[in-house]
């Protein structure tokens, strides 16, 4: 091995103004740039078939000599098949036309370029003679290409490109015996000629290995040094690779024909990953991470509006993020995979690397999405749109997407946060949206002491639907993107309702307390309790769903509506026991201003109560009904008053008439008691009786309807007709003994009790019991 195969670093060195250097070094720069222009424009350059370097000897016949700075090498410049280097091998030696010539001497001056500016112009002449046609009926003649030409070729070759996948196969061009310079082959890899650079390398490795081997383990200075550059060249061309890789995508026009020897290069440096230079984990694997950091550079480059400038910067993002997936995949697909050997896996690599990177990407927008609609849009775009036919789903990505994954690669716990976080928003947003219902309240009806609207004319507020349409927007959002949030929501809003009716029922008392006993405070509490039933039977669309959670809400709303009720039987009842108190009393026999007065209220009520919703407006007239027929019946058993000189036959009458017209008001209200509207008719018959003895025959009636008729009841009412002792009253008494006697197998039914309940006043007369023949000793004569 001469010096300067052993020194390169050394000719590397040598000035090159010397003998003239600075011309030939200028020479140099300006032929390879017009290598390189004729180069992109060859037909060449891209598609032609993988052309075997042979090595010669100096009596042999041998192909162009390179235009290298190492001193006598017998090496094809790999520059004639620049784009093309790593191809098919031709069978037909013929397309290689042989020319003679030795290689470049050494001056005495400097081995490195001695000669070399008069041979650089030769072997660049020479290199022009050797473009040809692919098709040329004559290989041995040399025909100069036209640019149009040359064009018109490219855009066919791109045209083949996209129809034929490249080779798995690939021949490797016989390796250089003596490898460029350093710096030589660092400016290959500068300018992208990575090919000659690429079997330069090999050449520099082959060398440091037998040098090293030859050394054993006393290596000298110079090897280190050597293998020191060997790696520094090594790490530029994966750097340049890992670049070119990178923009494949964002630069198809300039990189496309870089492809091609990239990947030759990355599989040659596969096969040979246990020699020295080989990159750990491999070039293939390097490769991948290229095509992620593409991918992550155009995720990047999407446009992100700030949150304070466009209210809808999330989903104007992702669609715009989903827009540049298709369009960059589309790409993939359509020009840069037939760059690739299959082995490659183009498309598939730049889907996982979506995948991911995207992945990674909304995890970094995580913090930002605070709001409802944004927790929304990214939940809906990571479960639905992303692989939907908009993005990984698209006609334009078909077929080759039928055997990938269209799921994110989201990294853990991600989606249950976002999940987790879109529910805790919802309970927040639920709250705020019932405390404007109860502000809204106030404002509209409260404050201003506004009648409540009629809506199919029932008394109504709006805020029951206003609270559905919000509960069921969540649950319709929450739908669409899995069944589990959906169930999740629901609850989340039935959890935070479940405490709206107290709080409302705390303010409107806060604010309407002074209203009682008006008709306007009985009209609010009609309204709420017709809002809160329409609310309860919304809710109860969600039993199957969150039963636990309807039920808790069934429950505070039921009890609401109960004490509401409760609060309007109590104004009644407080409203109208005065004039109870003067039914059957010597004042209600001669003026019926007690009436008139309880009669009006009643009326109001059943005026009030036709602006109820059914079922709680029967509930309330049969509970008032009930009331008003056990205090009125009632005053009868409290002896306040006796009819004499024939006034129990007015009474009778008064009663009928007046039971009559609020039997009709309570009817009118839908009251479910109708076994209460015979109690005046029984009664009057019994009181309105000329002859006493007729009594007896009007006894049955009362006492099938009401069998909880007693004794001291009956003796009530006769105390009120005016009969208060002798025979006569003995025997009616005992024909009520009979009859109770005969339907005594008859059960009292719990439901229908009305004179068991009601209270007797005891007759302080000692004589009005005792029966007639025991007055008989009284007499003066006995």
Known sequence: MDKSSENPDKEDGVSLKSNGGTKEKGMLQSFRRSIRRAAEKSPLSSGGKWAKVTTGNESGSQPPPSPSLSAGSPVTSPLKNIGGLFYKKEEDDSDGA???????????????????????????ASFRKSLKFKKSSRPEAAVLVSEGSLEERKEEQEEEEVLEEL??????PEIPHTPLSVMQINKLIETEVLEEAHLNLLAMRQEFQQEREQCGEDSPLELAKKEKDLNLLYGNLRSKINNIVRDSNSLPSRNKELLVPVARIIQEEDRRAAEPGGLQGGWLEAWREAVGEGVQLKVQG????????????LAVHLARLGKS???DLEKVKRELRWSYPPSFQVFSTYVRSYHRVVGQHLKKLEPQVTELKDLYALLDWIINSYKSERIMGSPSLQPDMKDESTDLQLQDGLLKQLKDKYCCKVKEDMKSSLDRVIELENEDFWRDRRSPKKDEDFLNSPFHMDIWTNVEGNAKNSRRIDAQLKQEVISSCLQVLKEFPKRLEAEFSRHCSALRPQPLWTKYHITYINSFSALQQHMDGYQDICPREVEGFRKEAKWLIIRLMQVLEDQYKEDVKPYLRRMMTRKWLTDDEDFKQLYRRTELLSEHCALMRPPHVQELASRLHYHVAREYVGQLMKNNYSCKNRKHEK???????????LRNLFEDMKSTHEWLYAVGDDLSNIIIQKNKTDIKTHLQPLVEHYPDF??????????????????????ILQRLTELKNKLGSVGVDKNRVLFGDMQVTVNTDCFSNLPFSCLNFLRPDN
């Open 302 to 313: 999407v446009h992100l509006e700030p949150r304070e400038q466009d209210a809808s910067w």
């Open 167 to 172: 080779e798995e196969l690939y021949t490797l």
């Open 325 to 327: 997936i298709v369009e």
């Open 98 to 124: 042989a020319q003679k010539g030795k290689g470049l001497t050494h001056s005495k001056t400097d081995p490195n370029m001695a000669g070399f500016g008069d041979s650089l112009m030769k072997k660049g």
């Open 710 to 731: 007693s004794r001291k009841h009956l003796v009530a009412v006769l105390y009120f007709r005016g009969l208060l002792r002798g025979r006569e009253h003995q025997l």
């Open 651 to 661: 009474a009778a009458s008064k009663i009928r008439v007046q039971w009559g017209r």
